[in-house]
């Protein structure tokens, strides 16, 4: 039977939230896990190259190092909080333009080697579910920008920022900033650990 | 009749909105007309006092000098783009509690001199209406801000945020960022200035 | 002799650094152990009036319950740090003219009740003695209006900016973002502080 | 003669103050006209690719299409003004390592290709000569990340900064913002452009 396909390597590429989405409890544990439970643990190894404050520049000049590097099959790509964010905590977002210029780069020198490309949009910088979160407008149209990607390049997409929304708006009746599926504002918590887990996982045994 | 009320004087105290809107082709002339087709021309002087960039706390600094020695019945306050805009643009916008800190100390004042209030949410910095206009979250959040100050001290309300959004999910399929209400995403054309007129009267003549 | 005079009210009006200058080993309990020595504790009475993230309107607006109320004979103020700061931490910096009105009205408002003045320009964002820290620019701009106004309305003026300057020229030869009078580029260590207490002590001892 | 050198091509790669260098009075037909003068008209092709709004990341894209196209000999590269100054005018500058990190990847592909490359530090945001123009701290940061990168990689340097710095000490007794070597604060005029012709052409006859 192991004849008939090798290990996939599956490589998240991202910012703090996959950084810390690799260690016990994250999304890519999580992942790990329910693979066992289908009896897939031999067909994927997940890999996390996520890096704290990363913006898409960051990752398209790491790529080299910390993606092709590990010969990986299949890439999550996961970025976009940050170069909305900096814009106002540090003056040094992304424009919405760069952004793409960017994100594009990094797909086609992917896409190059025949890596299969899973794009996720940004989730929440803020968990309000009337679009009051400073940066939603941002997100959103950052988050277009990737779903137009996925369609143009054939990727696949977990529409995170969709799948938030949705989830806030059921369970988030207070409104609140945080602590629905965040921990504070950004950064996942167990319920946001386990919900990205199982889109992604999701995305993944698509084809 | 004459004798049974004296005309009304009311000022228009806000941003460069404010002060394009009384200039010929302006909301404010705008307005005028339309009274004097009602037959309440001598009813209400209607007084201009916007100025270009300013944010709330410049409201505040010249609310002496420019809304009090005018002796006004009626004040509009239509402040909030720049105090959102200005994050960007300048790195020098208002935190949201800092806006309603100064809001309220205007409104306090006002009040004191027994003026009647009509207070204005900020309309839009962009006119796309699916919310992925940059400042979206941050307009929806101080508009938040000033409706609940509005209920707080039984002010009237024109909920510009609101009316647009409404008026541009109609009237806008293309999602253009400007052209269907603003000239230039901020500033109005002669449809915004119409749409702000028949509000504002609304308002004004609501009692 | 102690009918000859009353204790002098002395207030700290300021941001973090007053706030944690008012703590143990801050330079406010360093003057009053230097007036100790001096046999002039009897003389002032020292009271810390800062709050962390401060900006001048900030300070305009918490004037009346944190000063006013303390019946002050002599303030200290210390602020424009945040004022800088902010315009690439959170977007929220004040514009020089604004920075210079808020002074202004605050100065005016405590000259009205005949307190005694002592203003303080903002030391340093970053030790670095060349001009290279990212903020030097405005730092100089802003410490410039504060110079101004004590030379235009006869208060007194405790140079930091300057008095930190020349000291990191001398003492700073390995041209470090911070260590030497802070500890974190921006908030006083003990060195810091001694420096800070020396210089004011010696303002306020001057007539 | 003509077979013992053939025409040196020169390109200019930068942003806005490139794309004005290039028309009619700006620095490039200065140098033109200097190097006519001497009688090298014929020695030297010089290209401008200087595009608006650029910061080094934006080189870095367009890098191969408008400088590698060109088959150069030498690269004049100046940029980092935009770099400083959209942190508070978009909030999308370019954090100083990162500014590194890109300026280093341009350079090492220029150097690949045996092209000669001359570094030009950012000249002035605002022409204070007393460091007091907001971006004075960043213009000096950045500047500084480019005379070490023209040590470390053997390019030449033109110091526009030291070069604005020194003739502003000595030409703006009145510590004007513009109007010296500028006509904005930032744009060269006449005097601007001369200055730069002269120091750039300086650098491309040493040797």
């Known amino acids: 039977m192991s004849l008939r396909h090798k290990t ?3 490589v998240f590429f991202g910012d703090s939230i996959t950084e810390q989405g690799a260690k016990p409890g994250g999304y890519i544990p999580r992942m790990k896990e329910a693979l ?5 643990a031999n067909d994927y190894d997940l890999i996390g190259a996520g890096v704290g404050g990363n913006k898409v ?4 000049l790491r ?3 910390d993606v092709l590097a590990q010969n990986p099959d299949i890439v999550f790509i996961y970025i976009g909080v940050n170069d909305v964010w900096h814009k106002t905590s540090f003056g040094t977002g992304t424009d919405i333009d760069k952004f793409e210029k960017f994100y594009t780069a990094i797909i086609n020198k992917l896409l190059d080697k025949h ?3 899973i794009l996720c949009s940004p989730a929440v910088i803020g968990e309000k579910n009337d679009f009051t979160n400073q940066q939603d407008g941002d997100l959103n149209g950052y988050s277009q920008v990737i779903r137009n990607l996925a369609q143009k390049f054939h990727c696949g997409l977990v ?3 969709e799948i938030f929304h ?3 708006l059921k369970n988030n009746p207070g409104n609140k900033a945080f602590g629905i599926l965040t921990l504070d504002r950004v950064h996942l918590n167990d319920a ?3 919900l990205v887990a199982d889109k992604m996982l999701e995305a993944l045994l698509a084809k």
């Open 8 to 10: 996939q390597r599956v």
């Open 36 to 40: 066992t439970q289908k009896g897939l």
């Open 57 to 60: 520049y960051d990752l398209y």
């Open 63 to 65: 790529m080299d190092d």
């Open 115 to 117: 890596i299969r490309l």
């Open 159 to 161: 529409d995170l920022r």
């Open 166 to 168: 949705t989830y806030e």
């Open 192 to 194: 946001g650990n386990q």
